[in-house]
Structure formats: C-alpha cells, structure tokens
C-alpha cells in the first residue's frame, strides 16, 4: 500500500484497476477543510495523462508490474520483436505499445520491458543511445558561427537537429527522453 504523503515523482499506485505513474504531485492545504494531494497522472496502459484530486492519507495498492530485459530483434510491419534475455521467448510488441521508443530501437538493443499482471504494456529505453547518422545535409563553410544546428535522420529514422559540423556516418549520442544531441561519439 501506498498513501498520499508517500507520493514522489516516478512512482506507480493502482488507480481505477489500471496501472498508473506520477507524474507530478502537489499537497495543498485548505483553509478550514483537511489536505488535499493534486496528481497528474499517466495510464501506463494507454499512455493517457489525467489530473486527480485525492483526500491527504488517501490509500492505494502498488501495481503488479515487473520489468525485463529483453533484446529487440527485428521489425516486422506493425510488429517488432523482443527476445527475453533469461529464457529466450520471443515476445512481439504492436507500434502503439512501443509509442516514442520505436523511434530509437536499433537491432540488438538491450531494452527493459514493462509487464502488468503478465501482460507487456511499454519498453523503457538507455537513456543515451548511439546511433549512426543515415542522412543530412553537408555544413556550408561559415554556418558554424551562428551556433545553429541542422536536421539530421538518424540510422532508425528518427530525426534530431545536429551541429553543422556533423555528416553523414558519423556516430552521435542521443538522449533518449528529449530526442536532443548530446556529443558524438569518436
């Protein structure tokens, strides 16, 4: 069980039988009336946020999740295949499961996959990942004294905005929860 004024940032309580994280969270205290705890909370089942209002002391049981690596193999049309690292299961997960993820999901990536009562529900990325720059547009001579930056399409497809300096080939690091250039990788 979890109460009100156990509430942090990251943290999971069971919430109209679905599972939930906090995503933020405010005790407010009424004039006459007892606390009050304000949340913003997201459905780890349907990535959906909603805002709750609950009585300070409030009680809630703690989800049944359970987290895995797993290796992701291979995409195949609206499938992309993991490989439980433990037991060697492959397990498919949907696009809409994997949301933003499947931007960055490079084959033999190691990945942790989150489980609710046995059932997959999202796959939690590195932090960093390193990715090779598949396509962008040469640096002019000149450009870099604005300190601006330049589209870039990354090996997986997704895009992120480069320093000019950067080609084709090059190795960058990618912070995975922003979708930001960090450094490249020598």
């Known amino acids: 069980m979890i109460s009100t004024s156990d509430f942090r940032k990251g943290a999971k309580i069971e919430f109209r039988d679905a599972p939930y994280e906090i ?3 405010q005790h407010v205290k009424m004039g006459r009336g007892g606390a009050i705890v304000r949340t913003k909370l997201k459905n780890l089942k349907t990535g959906g946020i909603v805002d709750e209002t609950f009585k ?11 987290e895995r690596s797993m290796q992701y193999l291979y995409r ?3 499938l ?3 490989m439980d690292m433990e037991n060697y ?4 997960l949907t696009t809409e499961q994997l949301g933003d993820a499947r931007r960055f999901l490079k084959e033999n990536m190691v ?6 009562k046995g059932s997959p529900l999202t796959v939690e990325l590195p932090i960093f990942v390193e990715l090779m720059i598949a396509k ?9 004294a604005s300190g601006g930056s330049k589209p870039a399409v990354l090996e997986t497809g997704a895009t992120v905005k480069v320093p000019f300096h950067l080609n084709e080939g090059d190795i960058i690091k990618v912070d995975t ?6 450094e490249k990788v020598k």
């Open 80 to 82: 992309c295949y993991f």
């Open 89 to 92: 299961e492959q397990l498919p």
């Open 56 to 66: 300070a002391g409030e009680r809630f049981e703690t989800p049944d999740l359970e």
């Open 136 to 144: 962008t547009e040469p640096g002019v001579r000149g450009d870099t």
């Open 76 to 78: 195949e049309k609206d």
């Open 177 to 182: 929860r922003t979708s930001e250039y960090i």
């Open 111 to 116: 990945v942790k996959v989150l489980f609710y």
């Open 23 to 25: 995503i933020d969270f």
